[in-house]
């Protein structure tokens, strides 16, 4: 996490986290998901609070990155922290591989911590591989660009292997947004799957939130985590007060 730590609500009260959203829509909806079955709740007290701001009008970043004619993200991203702050957020979470490139953005615009994803998948992808051995990521293209994981991945001694065919895989991301998931998708990213374990890299982070809603359809001898699941039970843990 970065930021200011921010203390338990009163009477132990879980604590609130805000949401940067929108990027996309389904993929927020799955955190929410995700954070919802994480918690044994008996009561609706028991959850996370979350404060959402589902906003899919953030500039693309395929776009800005990947295509170099788009609007900058990065102003519109920061007003969200500071919104999110405002509302009563005591820390903020995106569910958004690409966007975590404006990181630093984010930090610097609000005093309350950001849960880097990236940060915390990387750890996880390094506990769960065989020393030496390099991490499969199956992303957008904008991810390997940008290289956000790839630091994340070398700050814990380990080296990414992206999927090779970066066109398939774009196209798959770009089919999931306008129709959901589907066979097609499926099959393209079962194909990047077993490319990686080809590869030696077995342990894969699924490190882009529409393949999120695919990550059953990896090859069978893949080990997958998503980037989504580390960030939901990152949420939860911040907002119950466990170690960070």
Do not use: W
């Not at 200011?4 to 604590?15: E, M, S």
């Not at 610097?108 to 911590?113: E, F, K, Q, T």
């Not at 809603?213 to 949420?235: E, G, N």
């Amino acid at each position: 996490m970065a930021g200011a730590a921010t203390g338990a609500g009163a009477a132990g009260a879980p604590r609130v986290v805000g949401v940067l959203g929108g990027m996309g829509p389904q993929a927020t909806i799955a955190l929410m998901a995700r954070v919802l079955d994480l918690v044994p709740a008996r009561d609706d007290a028991d959850h996370v609070p979350l404060i959402v701001d589902s906003n899919t009008q953030v500039p693309s970043r395929i776009k800005a990155i990947l295509e170099g004619d788009g609007a900058d993200p990065a102003p519109v991203l920061a007003a969200m922290a500071r919104r999110l702050q405002a509302a009563g957020a005591q820390a903020l979470a995106m569910p958004c591989n690409t966007a975590h490139f404006y990181g630093d953005s984010i930090r610097g615009a609000v005093d309350i911590p950001f849960v880097d994803m990236l940060a915390l998948a990387a750890r996880a992808a390094d506990r769960a591989a065989v020393p030496g051995a390099p991490i499969g990521v199956l992303a957008s293209p904008a991810v390997r660009r940008t290289r956000v994981l790839e630091r994340a991945l070398a700050a814990v001694g380990r080296r990414a292997v992206y999927g090779a065919d970066e066109a398939a895989l774009l196209g798959a991301i770009r089919s999931i947004k306008a129709q959901g998931p589907d066979a097609a998708a499926a099959a393209v990213l079962r194909g990047a799957s077993a490319g990686l374990c080809a590869a030696g890299a077995e342990v894969q982070l699924v490190a882009c939130t529409e393949f999120s809603l695919l990550k059953d359809a990896l090859a069978a001898q893949a080990y997958a985590i998503d980037t989504m699941d580390v960030l939901a039970r990152a949420v939860v843990d911040f907002s119950k007060g466990a170690p960070q």
